[in-house]
Nanobody, 124 residues
């Protein structure tokens, strides 16, 4: 029903930057980025609602910026000042419902549609 496709991953040195993109086949009310490192649980990174409101996990605040282009149905994640602990597979996720804007938000159970992921590697 909704197909998501990520791009923009790669390998960078600590302190570098990457911009991830996610192309959506149709509009979704809430879009988000998650990441998962080997052997670790999937972690919510950032989300953006249809009105532009955003929420970030504490570890990326001030370094990452989530944005969207509604006309192009594309989600972005600008990642600056990258750290080795940011190394993970990054996934785009969407929901046809509005974002949960409380501390209970950015949880995988709220999102119905997922991309295949794009790998980010940060070396020190």
């Amino acid at each position: 029903q909704v197909q998501l496709a990520e791009s923009g991953g790669g390998s960078v040195q600590a302190g570098g930057s990457l911009r991830l993109s996610c192309a959506a086949s149709r509009y979704t009310y809430c879009m988000s980025w998650f990441r998962q490192a080997p052997g670790k649980v999937r972690e919510g990174v950032a989300q953006i609602d249809s009105d532009g409101s955003t929420m970030y996990t504490d570890s990326v605040k001030g370094r990452f910026t989530i944005s969207q282009d509604n006309a192009k149905r594309t989600l972005y994640l600008q990642m600056n000042s990258l750290k080795p602990e940011d190394t993970a597979m990054y996934y785009c996720a969407g929901s046809l419902a509005s974002c949960v804007r409380s501390r209970w938000g950015l949880h995988p159970s709220y999102f119905n549609y997922w991309g295949q992921g794009t790998k980010v590697t940060v070396s020190s």
